[in-house]
């Protein structure tokens, strides 16, 4: 039944009949490309997996074929006798100790399975004479027999009246008349069996392979870092905000030099045990071959990898830096009750020195307190050095106070335009100038560091307690772009963006109270302002400034007109409001005072009925977002359904920012109509059409579109429920009080892990730059081919908001394996010393190099003789001496 299993398979696979092929060229077996399929058969019980290795060939012409020798031999024999390809420096162990171009292996199927006994060896190897001979295949088959690791076969090959047997034997130490030439010529005669006298002479080639294995250490170029000298801003070569680079050990272990001979006859050669023709000087061919180190240590990729181990903590901030960081000694912790007294008792303390920032002061002092000094995880020189590396404006604060940190609202310069810079926006990291990005390199290097994840969640307490004390006391942030969160950066970029957002409107605000402390008393209120709000409208320069209307806004009475809007109402416009409503009808203008103008409108000069200027009124701006808000609002509008008053619920909530838009407008243009907000504010719903009036004059009539002329339509809606109110006496469309405080309890419960989630596409982002860089210096066309792929590949898995785990470190591995390449590089230029040639040899010397990191084995230009191989001469005899 084997047999039979055994032909079936042959069958199957064409391998019957005379295999047909040209004579092999040089060299084709390390070019050509190897496959191999394979099928599962059994003897008895016993499961064996029997695999067809073979060399692709083109296929060849067809007169080839015609003119078969009868008497050739086969094919496989042929290939036994050619000497072109001795010495494979990347093939099958078959391949190379035999030259075959194609075989078929029979082996256990399970890894631990081996064929131990002699009987049961002799048993497949008679059923495999059995199956060559029924079948007629002239391809070699072999049995691997003992355990795999010893790699011993056993085959044999049939061919017309012809047959070779494949035979190995395994010493434990080769006897001394086989070390040498004549010793080994003696056993392939005797094997030989040949029955001429006396013996042709034989052809041989031979290769004598030397190992390097003790490089010396003074060849490998790379320090380990100095750690203590980071304080100072640099660590042997690295900095805040670099990542470092480079291997820790030599990456490559061994060099081996073959020798060769290709093609000698016997008897031109001597050698035995007393003497030696073959001195590997005089070989005509030298090839060199690199073993490189199992995963030597890399120091950008243990970065990565200690970052990336942070994501799987699961400890939170307090955890890890005890619980009572923030709590009081023992003798101060009253309970709440006895804090709230003292804000209600009499007490000469002015309130606002009770202010959070206060309070968060003497938080940082008793942390101190607690940890004492040496606890801390962080000393404090290495803080200090970090937080001024991340907030460069604390630097420059002048006597009085904080008054420069207001200024150096750093970001602001116009972003570089080139790719590198433009990376972030695929990996959803953070652009490399950024706040974001420089924290992201800083938690790494303490990570390594300092203190690891305890040294992590020490920066990251510091770091909000700094985002506190801005928020409280308007100073901006630096090294954030201005504007909106951006939403191609991760979220935590896009959160201190949203802080910044809400400091920079408090802030107008707050300049805005002290900006116009006029004695007003409720009732005079819409006069004042009314003033007030013309000046704007008067200066040309405001038009550019459409978009900061509502910053440069001063808001006074802001926080009142929250409370007091239904009342200021009844007194401020109650009576006009009573009038507007009797004179709807016959659309008499309305003597209400205009408020907050911006500016006339350039293109609409009037409105339709009253026929006075169009003022384009101070907006409030919309509220900025972040994408978790935007996808938490989508989910609410999604859940509204799709019934009318859910539909009419999700209009309202969308129209919030129309409606305010709509008191603005009416407020800037008293007597104003639906029809004149429409062309200003969505101007392809006003439809005009010249038309020809009773005297035959043209005249250009205008009217809504058809959208808004359906009933109970939402624009008509809110038209008639705005009230003329100016933008700074409205509700705050975008409450930033309420914004950053859930900014910073955000940024407050963040665990290291989530931290690290957050910030490990800065940090790939941050190695991918690394990597190019270092890349540039050495210039290795393999590493260029692998950043594309894995910039491609990063901004696939990047995107999403939870990437998983083994795609991630699949990532990390592959910025390893590029370092470890470049790191063999540099080895390698140190120990042939390319720096130190002439230019055309150094020319050389660098192509010889870059094709050791590409290239299996590589052949030395002018064998012992050539610039490469008096380096390695110089090599070996180093060595020697040591």
């Given at each position: 039944?084997?047999?039979?299993?055994?032909?079936?398979?042959?069958?199957?696979?064409?391998?019957?009949?005379?295999?047909?092929?040209?004579?092999?060229?040089?060299?084709?077996?390390?070019?050509?490309?190897?496959?191999?399929?394979?099928?599962?058969?059994?003897?008895?019980?016993?499961?064996?997996?029997?695999?067809?290795?073979?060399?692709?060939?083109?296929?060849?012409?067809?007169?080839?074929?015609?003119?078969?020798?009868?008497?050739?031999?086969?094919?496989?024999?042929?290939?036994?006798?050619?000497?072109?390809?001795?010495?494979?420096?990347?093939?099958?162990?078959?391949?190379?100790?035999?030259?075959?171009?194609?075989?078929?292996?029979?082996?256990?199927?399970?890894?631990?399975?081996?064929?131990?006994?002699?009987?049961?060896?002799?048993?497949?190897?008679?059923?495999?004479?059995?199956?060559?001979?029924?079948?007629?295949?002239?391809?070699?088959?072999?049995?691997?027999?003992?355990?795999?690791?010893?790699?011993?076969?056993?085959?044999?090959?049939?061919?017309?009246?012809?047959?070779?047997?494949?035979?190995?034997?395994?010493?434990?130490?080769?006897?001394?008349?086989?070390?040498?030439?004549?010793?080994?010529?003696?056993?392939?005669?005797?094997?030989?069996?040949?029955?001429?006298?006396?013996?042709?002479?034989?052809?041989?080639?031979?290769?004598?392979?030397?190992?390097?294995?003790?490089?010396?250490?003074?060849?490998?170029?790379?320090?380990?870092?100095?750690?203590?000298?980071?304080?100072?801003?640099?660590?042997?070569?690295?900095?805040?905000?670099?990542?470092?680079?480079?291997?820790?050990?030599?990456?490559?272990?061994?060099?081996?030099?073959?020798?060769?001979?290709?093609?000698?006859?016997?008897?031109?050669?001597?050698?035995?045990?007393?003497?030696?023709?073959?001195?590997?000087?005089?070989?005509?061919?030298?090839?060199?071959?690199?073993?490189?180190?199992?995963?030597?240590?890399?120091?950008?990729?243990?970065?990565?990898?200690?970052?990336?181990?942070?994501?799987?903590?699961?400890?939170?901030?307090?955890?890890?830096?005890?619980?009572?960081?923030?709590?009081?000694?023992?003798?101060?912790?009253?309970?709440?009750?006895?804090?709230?007294?003292?804000?209600?008792?009499?007490?000469?303390?002015?309130?606002?020195?009770?202010?959070?920032?206060?309070?968060?002061?003497?938080?940082?002092?008793?942390?101190?307190?607690?940890?004492?000094?040496?606890?801390?995880?962080?000393?404090?020189?290495?803080?200090n050095t970090i937080l001024l590396f991340l907030f460069p404006d604390a630097a420059d604060k002048l006597s009085d106070g904080f008054e420069s940190r207001t200024s150096t609202s750093a970001g602001n310069n116009p972003p570089p335009e080139n790719e590198d810079y433009n990376l972030f926006s695929q990996f959803k990291s953070a652009p490399s100038d950024s706040l974001t990005y420089k924290l992201a390199l800083c938690l790494c290097m303490i990570n390594f560091y300092h203190g690891g994840v305890k040294g992590v969640a020490h920066l990251w307490q510091e770091f909000v307690l700094e985002m506190r004390y801005r928020w409280e006391n308007n100073y901006l942030i630096p090294g954030l772009a201005n504007?909106?969160?951006?939403?191609?950066?991760?979220?935590?970029?896009?959160?201190?963006?949203?802080?910044?957002?809400?400091?920079?409107?408090?802030?107008?605000?707050?300049?805005?109270?002290?900006?116009?402390?006029?004695?007003?008393?409720?009732?005079?209120?819409?006069?004042?302002?009314?003033?007030?709000?013309?000046?704007?409208?008067?200066?040309?320069?405001?038009?550019?400034?459409?978009?900061?209307?509502?910053?440069?806004?001063?808001?006074?009475?802001?926080?009142?007109?929250?409370?007091?809007?239904?009342?200021?109402?009844?007194?401020?416009?109650?009576?006009?409001?009573?009038?507007?409503?009797?004179?709807?009808?016959?659309?008499?203008?309305?003597?209400?005072?205009?408020?907050?103008?911006?500016?006339?409108?350039?293109?609409?000069?009037?409105?339709?009925?009253?026929?006075?200027?169009?003022?384009?009124?101070?907006?409030?701006?919309?509220?900025?977002?972040?994408?978790?808000?935007?996808?938490?609002?989508?989910?609410?509008?999604?859940?509204?359904?799709?019934?009318?008053?859910?539909?009419?619920?999700?209009?309202?909530?969308?129209?919030?920012?129309?409606?305010?838009?709509?008191?603005?407008?009416?407020?800037?243009?008293?007597?104003?109509?639906?029809?004149?907000?429409?062309?200003?504010?969505?101007?392809?719903?006003?439809?005009?059409?010249?038309?020809?009036?009773?005297?035959?004059?043209?005249?250009?009539?205008?009217?809504?579109?058809?959208?808004?002329?359906?009933?109970?339509?939402?624009?008509?809606?809110?038209?008639?429920?705005?009230?003329?109110?100016?933008?700074?006496?409205?509700?705050?469309?975008?409450?930033?009080?309420?914004?950053?405080?859930?900014?910073?309890?955000?940024?407050?419960?963040?665990?290291?892990?989530?931290?690290?989630?957050?910030?490990?596409?800065?940090?790939?982002?941050?190695?991918?730059?690394?990597?190019?860089?270092?890349?540039?210096?050495?210039?290795?066309?393999?590493?260029?081919?692998?950043?594309?792929?894995?910039?491609?590949?990063?901004?696939?898995?990047?995107?999403?908001?939870?990437?998983?785990?083994?795609?991630?470190?699949?990532?990390?591995?592959?910025?390893?394996?590029?370092?470890?390449?470049?790191?063999?590089a540099r080895s390698l230029k140190a120990k042939f010393g390319v720096e130190k040639c002439e230019n055309e040899e150094e020319k050389d010397l660098q192509r010889f190099v870059n094709c050791l990191l590409e290239q299996p084995e590589v052949s030395v230009i002018g064998a012992g003789r050539g610039p490469a191989g008096s380096i390695i001469h110089k090599l070996f005899l180093n060595a020697q001496r040591v």
């Amino acid at each position: 039944r084997f047999i039979s299993k055994v032909e079936e398979v042959l069958n199957d696979w064409k391998l019957i009949g005379i295999p047909s092929g040209k004579p092999l060229e040089k060299g084709v077996y390390t070019t050509g490309t190897w496959e191999e399929k394979s099928d599962e058969i059994s003897f008895a019980d016993f499961r064996f997996s029997i695999t067809h290795h073979y060399l692709v060939q083109e296929p060849g012409d067809k007169d080839g074929k015609e003119e078969l020798v009868e008497d050739a031999l086969p094919l496989p024999m042929q290939d036994l006798l050619c000497m072109n390809n001795d010495f494979p420096p990347r093939a099958h162990c078959l391949v190379r100790w035999y030259g075959l171009r194609e075989f078929v292996v029979i082996a256990p199927a399970a890894n631990n399975d081996a064929v131990l006994s002699e009987s049961k060896c002799n048993l497949l190897l008679s059923s495999i004479s059995i199956a060559l001979g029924n079948t007629g295949c002239q391809i070699p088959l072999f049995v691997q027999i003992h355990h795999k690791w010893r790699r011993m076969y056993v085959g044999e090959c049939q061919g017309p009246g012809v047959r070779t047997d494949f035979e190995m034997v395994h010493l434990r130490k080769v006897p001394n008349q086989y070390t040498h030439l004549s010793g080994l010529l003696d056993i392939f005669k005797s094997k030989i069996g040949c029955p001429l006298t006396p013996l042709p002479p034989v052809s041989m080639a031979i290769r004598l392979t030397y190992v390097l294995q003790d490089w010396q250490q003074y060849f490998w170029p790379q320090q380990p870092p100095d750690i203590d000298a980071l304080v100072g801003g640099e660590v042997g070569g690295l900095e805040f905000g670099k990542l470092p680079f480079g291997a820790c050990e030599d990456p490559i272990s061994e060099l081996h030099l073959a020798t060769t001979w290709p093609h000698l006859t016997e008897g031109i050669i001597v050698d035995n045990d007393v003497y030696s023709d073959l001195d590997p000087m005089q070989a005509p061919q030298w090839s060199v071959r690199v073993r490189k180190a199992d995963n030597p240590q890399c120091l950008l990729g243990d970065f990565l990898t200690e970052f990336f181990k942070l994501c799987r903590r699961k400890e939170s901030t307090d955890e890890i830096l005890g619980r009572s960081t923030f709590e009081e000694e023992g003798k101060e912790v009253g309970d709440i009750s006895h804090a709230l007294s003292k804000l209600t008792e009499p007490a000469p303390v002015p309130i606002h020195k009770l202010s959070v920032t206060n309070m968060v002061h003497s938080a940082k002092k008793k942390i101190r307190k607690h940890r004492g000094v040496d606890e801390s995880p962080l000393n404090n020189e290495v803080l200090n050095t970090i937080l001024l590396f991340l907030f460069p404006d604390a630097a420059d604060k002048l006597s009085d106070g904080f008054e420069s940190r207001t200024s150096t609202s750093a970001g602001n310069n116009p972003p570089p335009e080139n790719e590198d810079y433009n990376l972030f926006s695929q990996f959803k990291s953070a652009p490399s100038d950024s706040l974001t990005y420089k924290l992201a390199l800083c938690l790494c290097m303490i990570n390594f560091y300092h203190g690891g994840v305890k040294g992590v969640a020490h920066l990251w307490q510091e770091f909000v307690l700094e985002m506190r004390y801005r928020w409280e006391n308007n100073y901006l942030i630096p090294g954030l772009a201005n504007g909106p969160p951006d939403l191609r950066c991760c979220l935590l970029h896009q959160k201190l963006q949203m802080l910044n957002c809400c400091i920079e409107r408090k802030k107008a605000r707050d300049e805005g109270k002290r900006g116009s402390v006029l004695d007003r008393s409720p009732g005079s209120s819409s006069g004042d302002a009314g003033k007030g709000a013309d000046q704007p409208g008067d200066n040309p320069d405001k038009e550019k400034e459409v978009g900061k209307s509502w910053e440069s806004w001063s808001d006074s009475e802001e926080e009142f007109f929250e409370c007091l809007s239904d009342t200021e109402d009844l007194k401020g416009n109650g009576q006009d409001n009573g009038k507007k409503g009797a004179k709807e009808g016959n659309k008499e203008p309305v003597n209400l005072k205009p408020e907050g103008r911006l500016h006339p409108h350039g293109k609409l000069l009037m409105l339709l009925h009253p026929g006075e200027p169009l003022y384009i009124p101070i907006t409030q701006e919309p509220a900025p977002m972040t994408e978790d808000l935007l996808e938490e609002q989508s989910e609410v509008l999604a859940k509204l359904g799709t019934s009318a008053e859910g539909a009419h619920l999700r209009a309202r909530m969308q129209s919030a920012c129309l409606l305010s838009d709509m008191e603005s407008f009416k407020a800037a243009n008293p007597g104003c109509c639906l029809e004149d907000f429409v062309r200003w504010y969505s101007p392809r719903d006003y439809i005009e059409e010249e038309v020809v009036d009773e005297k035959g004059n043209i005249v250009i009539k205008g009217e809504l579109s058809a959208r808004m002329k359906i009933p109970s339509n939402m624009w008509v809606e809110a038209w008639e429920t705005a009230k003329p109110v100016p933008a700074r006496r409205q509700k705050r469309l975008f409450d930033d009080t309420r914004e950053a405080e859930k900014v910073l309890h955000y940024l407050a419960i963040q665990k290291p892990a989530d931290l690290a989630r957050h910030l490990l596409p800065c940090i790939i982002h941050a190695a991918v730059l690394k990597v190019k860089e270092e890349e540039a210096l050495e210039d290795i066309s393999s590493v260029k081919k692998m950043i594309k792929q894995i910039i491609s590949h990063s901004s696939k898995v990047l995107r999403f908001p939870s990437p998983e785990d083994k795609k991630l470190e699949e990532i990390i591995a592959q910025i390893m394996s590029m370092e470890a390449i470049i790191a063999r590089a540099r080895s390698l230029k140190a120990k042939f010393g390319v720096e130190k040639c002439e230019n055309e040899e150094e020319k050389d010397l660098q192509r010889f190099v870059n094709c050791l990191l590409e290239q299996p084995e590589v052949s030395v230009i002018g064998a012992g003789r050539g610039p490469a191989g008096s380096i390695i001469h110089k090599l070996f005899l180093n060595a020697q001496r040591v």
